[in-house]
């Protein structure tokens, strides 16, 4: 079993920027899919960044270009640079590895 454990929200203005960390407790080499969720007050919770083992990446929409997904299997990390912030990015963060893997959540609050 693996534990997801996220670190590096906080409070940012924006167009600033903030780095999350997801240390896994147990090797994460095997699982094949790894990502970022959010979830905004109100709304549901939406894949933003997703990852293979390979290090093929995807992106929604509303990031691409702004925020970079990577892992290192070797540290058992998966990271999210996020610059040029918004305000919408404002959202709980979540990371998460395929099929059910989830952390506990991270807050990002962007100000405008």
């Known amino acids: 079993q693996v534990q997801l454990v996220e670190s590096g929200g906080g409070l940012v203005q924006a167009g600033g920027s903030l780095r999350l960390s997801c240390a896994a407790s147990?090797?994460?080499?095997?699982?094949?899919?790894m990502g970022w969720h959010r979830q905004a007050p109100g709304k549901q919770r939406e894949l933003v960044a997703g990852?293979?083992?390979?290090?093929?990446?995807n992106y929604a929409d509303t990031v691409k270009g702004r925020f970079t997904i990577s892992r290192d299997n070797a540290k058992n990390t998966l990271d999210l640079q996020m610059n040029m912030l918004k305000p919408e990015d404002t959202a709980v963060y979540y990371c998460?590895?395929?099929?059910?893997?989830w952390g506990q959540g991270t807050q990002v609050t962007v100000s405008s």
């Open positions: 147990g090797s994460i080499f095997r699982i094949n899919f």
């Open positions: 998460w590895g395929s099929p059910s893997y």
């Open positions: 990852i293979t083992s390979g290090g093929s990446t």
